[in-house]
């Protein structure tokens, strides 16, 4: 069974492991989901599932991760208490379902660490851990709750005939738009407001070869193709998210990958943000990008235009030179952002 089956099916606890090798730049990953559910009808309380490794801006955008020791993970004979000294979980109930497994408390902490993190740690070939638990999804109270409400009612609306609320359908069931995150302090207390930013104007459908977002922007930074991108010409820019959404959870993710070009005019860049798409939410189509003209000095002075199309049409050129082929999926959503027709470009290679 899969990890999304597994979320839309059971309830339980998900621990998010993260590790670094040396000083690479990436983290591996790895979810532990826990679930009394799981464990009644298949005799398994604990679900290893290794994720594609994350870059390392993407993992100081994950809220809420705990730096765990090295040598902490190094020991998993250690009880279980020791181990939550340095991670905020739910240790009762993460205690009786493994003790529901018949595992000994010297036992338990071996069973939510992953056997790829503590081998190499082990070694001395880990520089960093972090680790967070999930909840299993957006309140009703949450101040995401109405941006993914908005997407939501926009994805079911008949009129708009090439989107779909259904994962598995055809149409497009992805992302609409991304939204600047910010934070700010009151009383001690952190609070996040986020802001509608950009239309979504290009997504991937799945294949094997650009299957992830690193796949994407890989192919595009490669040195021989006749227009290469690189990462970000002009550095000067804040981080993106997405809302993403299953049939049983909700959550916001920052961008996953970018890749710019330089528009040949001063600092000015082609700049697309790239975000990946769980299968949960859209089985069809694996990546959802952010394409835009980045001004010179990223609008601090005036209103330029940001050029969503023009943009989008720069890296449809890309991939249209790599003999791949182009549908057009129509939002429908002309009038919210300028230069925008509310097409997005779906790519296939």
Same mark, same amino acid.
């Given at each position: 069974?899969?990890?999304?089956?597994?979320?839309?099916?059971? !309830?339980?606890?998900?621990?998010?492991?993260?590790?670094?090798?040396?000083?690479? %730049? =990436?983290?591996?990953?790895?979810?532990?989901?826990?679930?009394?559910?799981?464990?009644?009808?298949? &005799?398994? =309380?604990?679900?290893?599932?290794?994720?594609?490794?994350?870059?390392?801006?993407?993992?100081?955008?994950?809220? #809420?991760?705990?730096?765990?020791?090295?040598?902490?993970?190094?020991? /998993?004979?250690?009880?279980?208490?020791?181990?939550?000294?340095?991670?905020?979980?739910?240790?009762?109930?993460?205690?009786?379902?493994? *003790?529901?497994?018949?595992?000994?408390?010297?036992?338990?902490?071996?069973?939510?660490?992953?056997?790829?993190?503590?081998?190499? %740690?082990?070694?001395?070939?880990?520089?960093?851990?972090?680790?967070?638990?999930?909840?299993?999804?957006?309140?009703?109270?949450?101040?995401?709750?109405?941006?993914?409400?908005?997407?939501?009612?926009?994805?079911?609306?008949?009129?708009? !005939? &090439?989107?779909?609320?259904?994962? @598995?359908?055809?149409? =497009?069931?992805?992302?609409?738009?991304?939204? %600047?995150?910010?934070?700010?302090?009151?009383?001690?207390?952190?609070?996040?407001?986020?802001?509608? *930013?950009?239309?979504?104007?290009?997504?991937?459908?799945?294949? +094997?070869?650009?299957?992830?977002?690193?796949?994407?922007?890989?192919?595009?930074?490669?040195?021989?193709?006749?227009?290469?991108?690189?990462?970000?010409?002009?550095?000067?820019?804040?981080?993106?998210?997405?809302?993403?959404?299953?049939?049983? !959870?909700?959550?916001?993710?920052? +961008?996953?990958? &970018?890749?710019?070009?330089?528009?040949?005019?001063?600092?000015? +860049?082609?700049?697309?943000?790239?975000?990946?798409?769980?299968?949960?939410? #859209?089985?069809?189509?694996?990546?959802?990008?952010? %394409?835009?003209?980045?001004?010179? &000095?990223?609008? *601090?002075?005036?209103?330029? /235009?940001? *050029? =969503?199309?023009?943009?989008? #049409?720069?890296?449809?050129?890309?991939?249209?030179?790599?003999? $791949?082929?182009?549908?057009?999926?129509?939002?429908?959503?002309?009038?919210?952002?300028? @230069?925008?027709?509310?097409?997005?470009?779906?790519?296939? $290679?």
């Amino acid at each position: 069974m899969s990890n999304t089956e597994l979320t839309d099916r059971f !309830t339980g606890v998900r621990l998010h492991w993260l590790w670094r090798p040396g000083d690479a %730049a =990436y983290y591996h990953y790895e979810t532990v989901f826990l679930s009394e559910e799981l464990g009644n009808e298949y &005799d398994q =309380y604990a679900a290893h599932f290794q994720e594609e490794p994350l870059k390392f801006e993407r993992v100081l955008d994950i809220e #809420d991760t705990a730096s765990v020791p090295v040598e902490s993970v190094i020991h /998993s004979d250690q009880p279980l208490e020791t181990l939550a000294e340095f991670i905020d979980i739910p240790l009762d109930r993460v205690n009786a379902i493994l *003790k529901m497994a018949q595992l000994q408390n010297s036992d338990r902490a071996a069973a939510i660490i992953p056997s790829a993190l503590h081998n190499a %740690a082990s070694t001395g070939n880990v520089s960093g851990v972090l680790v967070t638990a999930s909840s299993p999804a957006v309140s009703s109270a949450h101040p995401l709750r109405k941006h993914f409400m908005t997407e939501k009612s926009l994805r079911e609306d008949p009129a708009l !005939t &090439d989107l779909s609320s259904s994962a @598995s359908d055809s149409k =497009y069931s992805g992302p609409l738009f991304v939204y %600047a995150l910010d934070r700010y302090y009151n009383q001690n207390k952190q609070h996040r407001l986020l802001e509608r *930013k950009a239309p979504i104007n290009v997504t991937w459908a799945e294949n +094997q070869q650009n299957r992830y977002t690193i796949g994407i922007t890989t192919e595009m930074k490669k040195p021989s193709k006749s227009t290469t991108w690189s990462s970000q010409y002009n550095r000067v820019q804040g981080l993106r998210h997405v809302l993403l959404s299953g049939q049983a !959870t909700s959550r916001g993710s920052g +961008q996953d990958d &970018d890749v710019a070009r330089s528009t040949g005019i001063g600092a000015a +860049q082609w700049h697309c943000r790239a975000f990946s798409i769980p299968e949960s939410m #859209d089985t069809q189509h694996n990546v959802a990008g952010q %394409a835009h003209r980045d001004p010179w &000095d990223h609008n *601090k002075i005036g209103n330029k /235009s940001w *050029k =969503y199309d023009k943009s989008r #049409d720069e890296v449809w050129g890309f991939w249209d030179s790599e003999g $791949c082929s182009r549908s057009s999926i129509d939002t429908k959503l002309r009038s919210t952002f300028q @230069s925008h027709d509310g097409r997005i470009f779906g790519i296939n $290679c």
